[in-house]
C-alpha cells in the first residue's frame, strides 16, 4: 500500500492533467524506500503505511515529497516517447515543444522541491517528536553533522552531566 495514489500525485506535482499511466506501477513505491523511508526509519514507516490516518497532521508533506520526486523520475517520459521505432519527442496541438533545457529545467525544479520538502519534513518531525514516539531525528544524518567548507563536522551535543562534560574532555585531551 502506498501513501499516495497516481491521481493524488498527478494533481500535486502538474499543473495539467497527465495521464495517469505515464506513471509506471512500481514508481511511487520505489520513491517512497528510496526517499521516505530513510527520513522516518523501519518502525515509523511501516507504521505511517500501516495507520496513514493516524499521521494526518504530517503526510501532506509526505505527499508533496512523493509527488515532485515522481515528476522528477517520470518528466523524460512525458517529453518523449521511446518506441520500437525509436524515441519521438511528443507535441501538442497548437504547443511549442520545449527543447531539452527545459525539460532539464523542470526536473531540475521538481528535484529541488522534493528536497526542500525533504527539510521541511524533517524538520517538522524534529520539532514535534514527543506526538511521533517511533521517529528517531538520529537516522537522520544532517541533525548530527555540521558541514564547514567542506569538512564534515559532528555537532555540538550538549552535556547532561559534568561527569560526562570532564570524561568529554579526559577523551579529547
Sequence with gaps: MSLITKSEV??????????????????????????????????FYEAVIAAPLSYSSFTPYLKNIIANYV?????????????????????????????????EYSRQNALDIGKMLIDICEKYLYDNQASYPLYNAGLAAKNNIV???????????????????????????
Design 71 to 103: 515528476k522528477f523520475y517520470i518528466l523524460p517520459d512525458i517529453y518523449q516517447e521511446i518506441t520500437d521505432t525509436g524515441i519521438t519527442v511528443i507535441q501538442g496541438q497548437n504547443r511549442q515543444v520545449s527543447d531539452k533545457n527545459g525539460l
Design 10 to 43: 498527478i494533481s500535486i506535482a502538474f499543473v495539467r492533467t497527465v495521464n495517469e499511466k505515464k506513471i509506471p506501477d512500481h514508481l511511487i513505491g520505489s520513491v517512497e524506500e528510496k526517499h521516505i523511508r530513510p527520513i522516518l526509519g523501519d518502525d
Design 147 to 173: 558541514i564547514a567548507g567542506g569538512i564534515i563536522f559532528k555537532k555540538y551535543e550538549e552535556f547532561n552531566s559534568s561527569e560526562e562534560e570532564d570524561n568529554a574532555k579526559k577523551w579529547y585531551s
